[in-house]
Structure formats: structure tokens, C-alpha cells
């Protein structure tokens, strides 16, 4: 569903992302983990059409971002760190804004929202403006607005940021149950690594822009000799605290210019 080979992004002389490959399975729950500044971040821009490479390939479902970016937009959802709800809306706007923008028909577009809203458990709330939300349910609406176009790919970038445990937890069960019934791959991002460990099939460790270690949970925890994730991820990237790389401006200034040309 994903291919990945030899990416590449550079602004200037840093160079944010450097020569990885790998491949996500349809179907697969796969996190992409790192500290801060490792990497992360620019690479979710490039595969969702926000950031374009400096070198090497990317495949979505068969299509170059790059080349067809609208038919590649069509393909997934994503859940941005940044909350994207318009708080001025309620929950019913925000999901039939979303479909109307995605082009779903009307009849399906309404028959979606109302099993997605009864999923995350938001139905009796679809009238409430999203301003009077609290922080879990805003997650989990943005998530079921990430799934409405009927996405073959959902894009999770630390969805699960400050959560309580329980808001968490019940998100995850609710992510998991639409990969298993309606076979949604989901690439995820997350400095919970118990959460990493619980759900995901198979993780990408990438540090400096380069991945350094590619396996499920417990044969990266046989790789490192550990107990838990957390500790095959320290072993693998080390202790010392990063700070986000000085690229943030310059991605910000790309974007910008590449949707003025739109």
C-alpha cells in the first residue's frame, strides 16, 4: 500500500530525511517512531503530498504523490498533531463539511457519518458545537472525519497527545476495530511507545534521517536485548533530549509555495 525507496529531503544543507526505503502491507498498522527532529514529520508531509522529495521514490496504493497528488489525496485520512476542527461547527458540520469537500454522495455521505459518529461514540453529541468538546472527543471526531471518504490509508500523527489513559485506550479500540472490519491501513506516529507496542504490526525507528531499525515490537525487542518497546527504543536512538530541528521554517515556506501554485 506504501512504498517507500531511497527518500529523500533536504532544506539547504540540513538534510531532514536521508535515503529510506521501506515498505506498509495493506491492511498493516505500522509506526514510524523517532525523538524529536529525527525525522518523523517530514516524512508524513512527503507521502501526503504536503512536501515534495528531493530524491528518491514514493508509491501510494500505486500513485506517485508527486505526479497525481489528488487522485494520492483521495486514497487517505490523516489526523494532524494540530487540532483541524472548526470549533464554530458542530460535530455534524465538521463530518458533512468533510464529505462534501471529498465529494461523497449525499445518501452515502449521511449514512457514513451516522455509523461513524455511533462508533466513536459522539452520535448523542452531533448537534454540540466542537468548541464545547473535551480534548478526547475532539481526537476521536477528527478521526471519524479522517475515515468518512472511505480512505484506503489513515495517517495518524500523534493522535493520542495529551490524552488521558482511558481517552487513549478507547481511541485505540476504536482504531483497531476499522482495521480489522473495514481493512484500513493505519501509519502511525507516537511517543507513547506502549501504545506502539500494543497495536502496531510492524514499527520504522528512524533518528538523524535514517531508519535504524525496521521489525515488529518484539523482534526489535530480541534486537536490543529488551524488555519493553521503550527500552529497544532508548537502546536504539539514546537518552539525551532533542529539540526539533531548525527545518521547520523553511517546510513551512515550501508548503506555502506549493500551494500558491494550486
Given amino acids: 500500500m506504501i512504498k517507500v ?3 529523500v529531503k533536504e532544506f539547504g544543507e540540513v538534510k531532514a530525511v536521508d535515503d529510506i ?3 506498509v502491507a495493506a491492511g498493516e498498522i505500522f509506526a ?4 524529536n527532529g529525527a525525522g518523523k514529520t517530514t516524512s508524513i508531509k512527503m507521502l501526503t503530498t504536503l512536501l515534495k522529495p528531493t530524491g528518491g521514490t514514493i508509491t501510494i ?4 504523490p508527486v505526479v497525481k497528488p489528488l487522485e494520492v489525496r483521495q486514497r487517505f485520512g490523516i489526523v494532524f498533531q494540530d ?3 472548526d470549533q464554530e461547527l458542530t460535530a455534524f458540520e465538521n463530518m458533512e463539511l468533510h464529505g462534501v469537500l ?3 454522495p449525499r445518501k452515502i455521505r449521511r449514512e457514513r457519518i451516522e455509523m461513524l459518529l455511533k462508533l466513536f461514540e459522539l452520535w448523542d453529541r452531533r448537534d454540540s458545537f466542537v468548541r464545547e468538546f473535551s480534548g478526547g472527543m475532539k481526537r476521536r471526531l477528527e478521526i471519524a472525519r479522517g475515515l468518512l471518504h472511505t480512505p484506503k490509508i489513515l495517517f495518524l500523527d500523534e493522535p493520542t497527545l495529551g490524552l488521558d489513559p482511558q481517552s487513549r485506550k478507547q481511541l485505540w479500540t476504536h482504531v483497531k476495530y476499522l482495521n480489522e472490519t473495514e481493512g484500513v491501513t493505519v501509519f502511525l506516529t507516537t511517543h507513547y511507545m506502549d501504545e506502539a507496542e500494543r497495536v502496531a504490526n510492524r514499527v520504522a525507528v528512524i533518528d538523524h534521517g ?3 531499525a ?3 515490537p518484539d523482534e526489535l525487542k530480541k534486537q536490543t536485548n529488551s524488555e519493553s518497546l521503550e527500552e529497544a527504543f532508548l537502546a536504539l536512538t539514546g537518552s539525551s533530549i532533542r529539540d526539533e530541528k531548525a527545518d521547520s521554517a523553511a517546510q513551512m515556506r515550501e508548503i506555502a509555495k506549493m500551494w500558491s501554485r494550486k
Fill in 102 to 104: 471529498y465529494h461523497v
Fill in 83 to 85: 487540532p483541524s476542527l
Fill in 214 to 216: 525496521l521489525g515488529s
Fill in 21 to 23: 526505503s521501506f515498505e
Fill in 32 to 35: 514510524f517512531l523517532g525523538p
Fill in 210 to 212: 535514517k531508519i535504524v
Fill in 61 to 64: 496504493d500505486g500513485l506517485d
Fill in 5 to 7: 525507496e531511497h527518500l
